[in-house]
T-cell receptor, first 109, second 113 residues
């Protein structure tokens, strides 16, 4: 499975946008980009996924670079409840996703 | 909403004991998974199942086995627990097909003394 690289941690002020980066330089043409997040004392939860085009849903937006070697998860207005570990994952089609160590997002009131 | 329920939130066992971790999902999902999560290592896949009585090894199956007798239930078994199996165990389920969302339970923190 192709791997991803994310910063270990990031901070954001409450009510400001957050851009969480992910590098995946070895991505293949059929790999989807998935994002999950894990709130304290909970299991991971799905956030968003995409292949080539940018994607939006009620939780976040996913911006995918034209060469697909990087992507950015955008939280439009961070709240304290968004404090979590965010995982960027590549899927080659199977459902057994490889979770790395993710980015720990701290939201400052 | 899909609900994935893990039988225990915290579990303490002794070395050498046989341990059963139970997971039940209520959305008729074909796929079920067991992961363990350790600090600095992220989530690692232990076993997964695409159907009843079917199982596939994940990345770290050694020391574990699984059972899927009914579609809604996926059990992780530690035949003889060891201290290096102290970890957070997470169960997940999904619909069949590629790139389906995984739905996770809240996890079981297992301590083996």
């Amino acid at each position: 499975d192709a791997k991803t690289t994310q910063p270990n941690s990031m901070e954001s002020n409450e009510e400001e946008p957050v851009h969480l980066p992910c590098n995946h330089s070895t991505i293949s043409g059929t790999d989807y980009i998935h994002w999950y997040r894990q709130l304290p004392s909970q299991g991971p939860e799905y956030v968003i996924h995409g292949l080539t085009s940018n994607v939006n849903n009620r939780m976040a937006s996913l911006a995918i670079a034209e060469d697909r070697k990087s992507s950015t998860l955008i939280l439009h207005r961070a709240t304290l409840r968004d404090a979590a570990v965010y995982y960027c994952i590549l899927s080659s089609g199977a459902n057994n996703l490889f979770f790395g160590t993710g980015t720990r997002l701290t939201v400052i009131p | 909403d899909v609900k994935v329920t893990q039988s225990s939130r915290y579990l303490v066992k002794r070395t050498g004991e046989k341990v059963f971790l139970e997971c039940v999902q209520d959305m008729d999902h074909e796929n079920m998974f067991w992961y363990r999560q350790d600090p600095g290592l992220g989530l690692r896949l232990i076993y997964f199942s695409y159907d009843v009585k079917m199982k596939e090894k994940g990345d770290i199956p050694e020391g574990y086995s699984v059972s899927r007798e009914k579609k809604e239930r996926f059990s992780l078994i530690l035949e003889s627990a060891s201290t290096n199996q102290t970890s957070m165990y997470l169960c997940a389920s999904s619909l069949p097909g590629y790139n389906e969302k995984l739905f996770f339970g809240s996890g079981t923190q297992l301590s083996v003394l």
